[in-house]
C-alpha cells in the first residue's frame, strides 16, 4: 500500500507564492509517477500537474502553465508543486496521486489512478 501526505496548503493574497510538498510511502517512490489535481467547491476535480518516475517530463494544465513547476526529490520520496502569481481561481482543495503510469495521471481526470492523499486546503484572496 501507498501513503500519500499532502502539506504546504494555505492562505495567500493574489499574486504570491506557495510550495506544496507530497510525502510517499509505502513503496518504493521513484516506481511511481506523480500527479497533483485540484477540486473547487462545486466543480469537478481537475488536473493540475504531472511528472514522470524520473523527474524527466513533466505536464501542466493549461491554466497554470508558466506559473506552477512541478518536482520530485526520489532519495527523500517527496514530490513538490511549486506555485507562482496565485490567482483566486486556484483556490481549491489540492491532491497528490500517484500511480505506476503516467497516462492515468494526464488523462481522464484521475479517474485511473490508484493512489490519493487527503488533499491541503489552497485559498487566494483578491
Known amino acids: 500500500q501507498v501513503q500519500l501526505v499532502e502539506s504546504g496548503g494555505g492562505l495567500v493574497q493574489a499574486g504570491g507564492s506557495l510550495r506544496l510538498s507530497c510525502v510517499v510511502s509505502?513503496?518504493?517512490?521513484?516506481?511511481?509517477?506523480m500527479g497533483w489535481f485540484r477540486q473547487a467547491p462545486g466543480k469537478e476535480r481537475e488536473f493540475v500537474a504531472g511528472?514522470?518516475?524520473?523527474?524527466?517530463?513533466?505536464y501542466y494544465a493549461d491554466s497554470v502553465k508558466g506559473r506552477f513547476t512541478f518536482s520530485r526529490d526520489n532519495a527523500k520520496n517527496t514530490a513538490y508543486l511549486q506555485m507562482n502569481s496565485l490567482k483566486p481561481e486556484d483556490t481549491a482543495v489540492y491532491y497528490c496521486?500517484?500511480?505506476?503510469?503516467?497516462?492515468?495521471?494526464?488523462?481522464?481526470?484521475?479517474?485511473?489512478?490508484?493512489?490519493w492523499g487527503q488533499g491541503t486546503q489552497v485559498t487566494v484572496s483578491s
Open positions: 511528472i514522470s518516475w524520473s523527474g524527466g517530463n513533466t
Open positions: 496521486a500517484a500511480d505506476s503510469a503516467i497516462a492515468h495521471i494526464t488523462r481522464a481526470s484521475g479517474g485511473l489512478v490508484d493512489y
Open positions: 509505502g513503496r518504493t517512490f521513484s516506481n511511481y509517477a
